[in-house]
C-alpha cells in the first residue's frame, strides 16, 4: 500500500514514519511539507519516497491508498477533507481539529465519501489502557460512578509563545494538547457514554509574560520572546455523562514542583489508578481486608499497533475506535469545556 506522510515534523518523525517502515505491506511514496529542508531530510533519512512541498501537488496521484496529517492542528480539518475527496483514506493527528464545528466538517466529508478517517487517539492502542477497559467491561471494579483526570506538570509550556500557544493555530493550550489524550482515555474505558453538562474554568496566567516566564523544561522550545500567547496553562472542571462524573485537573504549569499523570477509575467494587503512559494498580477489598494488585504485562508500541490497525482497516474496511465517529464526541467535550470556560456558566450538551 503506498501512502504520504503530510508534514515531517516531530510527530511523524518519532511515531508516524518508523512505524510505517516497520510494516512490511506499506511503501512512503511521498514525504510532504511546506518547509522543503524537512521533506528532503525525510527522504535522505529514510532512504525512500519523494519529496513534494505542496499537498495539493499529490492529490490526485491514484497510486496513493491513504495518508498521514501530521500538521500544525489550524489545518487538520482542510487538509483531511481535501484527501478524503480525492479518495484517500487518512491518519489525522489528534485533536481532531481546533473546534467541535471544525470537527463536524470532517465527519461529514467523511461519510459523503465514505473514506476512512481515524483520529491519532493512540492510546486506544495501547495495552495497559486496553487491559483496563476489559476489567471494566468485564465488571471486575463494578459500576464506575466517578473518574478523576490529572495531567498537571511543573511549568512546561511548550514552545512559548509558538504555535503550541497560539490560539489561531492550536485552538487551545493544555487541554487540547494533553487533555485530549486523557479524556479519550476515560471516554474509551468507560463505553463512550454521551456527554450531558460540563462546567469549566481555563487559566492563563503563568505564561502571559513571555520574557519573564521562568520554566523547569520546555519541550517544543526554545521560547519566542516575540510571539503570541493567548490560550490556557491551566483547567479544571466537572463533566456529567450518561455514565459517570468526569472531573479534570489540568496544567502545562504550576507552581507546584510534582508531575501528575494519572487517572483514577473508582467504581462500587474497586478502583484503578493509571499513571500514563505506564502501568497501573488495582484497588479493591476481599473478606474483610483491603487490597491492592500491582499489575505486569506484556506490551507493545501503541504507535505500530495504531499504524497496523490503520493499514488493515483499509484493507478490510474496518470501523476502528479511534474512527471519527467516536472521537467527535471528544471534541465536543473540549468544545463545552472551553466554552463553559468563556461564559463563566455550566453548558448542557444534548
Known sequence: MKIAIIGCGTIA????????LKNENVEIKWFCDIIPERADAAVKKYGCGSAVYDYHEILGDDEIEAVSVCTPNNVHAQISIDFLNAGKNVLCEKPAARTYAEALTM??????????????VVNRFNDGVNKIKQLIDGGDIGNVYQVYVSFRSHRSIPGIGGAFTNKSIAGGGVLIDWGVHFLDIVMYCCGDPKPKSASAE?????????????????WAGPPKLDGVYDVEESVTGIIRTEGPTITINGAWAQNIGENEMFIDFMGDKGGIRL?????????STKNGMLTRTNTEYQTSDHFENEINSFIECVKNNQKLPSHIDTNIITSKLMQAIYDSA???????LE
Open 13 to 20: 518523525n518519532s511515531a508516524h514514519i518508523p512505524a510505517y
Open 107 to 120: 465527519q461529514q466529508a467523511q461519510h459523503e465519501t465514505g473514506k476512512i478517517l481515524n483520529i491519532g
Open 342 to 348: 468563556e461564559t463563566h456558566k455550566e453548558v448542557i
Open 202 to 218: 481555563t487559566f492563563s496566567v503563568l505564561g502571559k509574560d513571555i520574557k519573564n516566564y521562568s520554566f523547569v523544561n520546555m
Open 275 to 283: 499513571q500514563y503512559g505506564s502501568d497501573f494498580t488495582i484497588y
